[in-house]
């Protein structure tokens, strides 16, 4: 499970701002983000400006609903052990992914909220 110290950030960025009509409105199109939210939407899309990142993420989201083990990165991405430990670490810290220790091996989930946030953000539309 996610326990990357960001959850009450993590809840803050996936409540949208009311205009008061009932319509809720995320997207940079509507309005200036405050520092705290261009704070954290900022770390995020640091963590995935990384071509290794974007690998690894890519390859667990392939997975849908199901965790993927550390063990299961190195060999389809052509790196070692400790490349999916940092880059994995980067990406739990950012709020991306859950990590869930099951013994020795860490197993690895998206977090689809964050990234319907993100969608939301970004779209200019």
């Not at 849908?64 to 083990?69: A, F, I, L, Y």
């Not at 991306?96 to 993100?118: D, H, S």
Request: proline share 4%; hydrophobic share 40%.
């Amino acid at each position: 499970m996610y326990d990357g110290g960001m959850s009450a950030a993590l809840e803050e960025l996936v409540v949208c701002p009311d205009h008061g009509d009932g319509r809720e409105c995320c997207s940079l199109s509507c309005g200036p983000l405050d520092t705290s939210r261009a704070q954290r939407l900022a770390v995020m899309l640091k963590a995935l400006a990384d071509p290794t990142r974007l690998r690894l993420l890519s390859h667990i989201a392939s997975q849908g609903c199901e965790s993927v083990c550390a063990c299961d990165l190195t060999g389809p991405l052509g790196v070692n052990q400790s490349t999916v430990s940092h880059h994995t670490t980067k990406l739990v810290d950012a709020g991306l992914l859950a990590r869930e220790q099951r013994g020795k091996w860490a197993y690895y989930t998206v977090i689809p909220a964050v990234f319907q946030e993100l969608r939301s953000v970004l779209d200019l539309g």
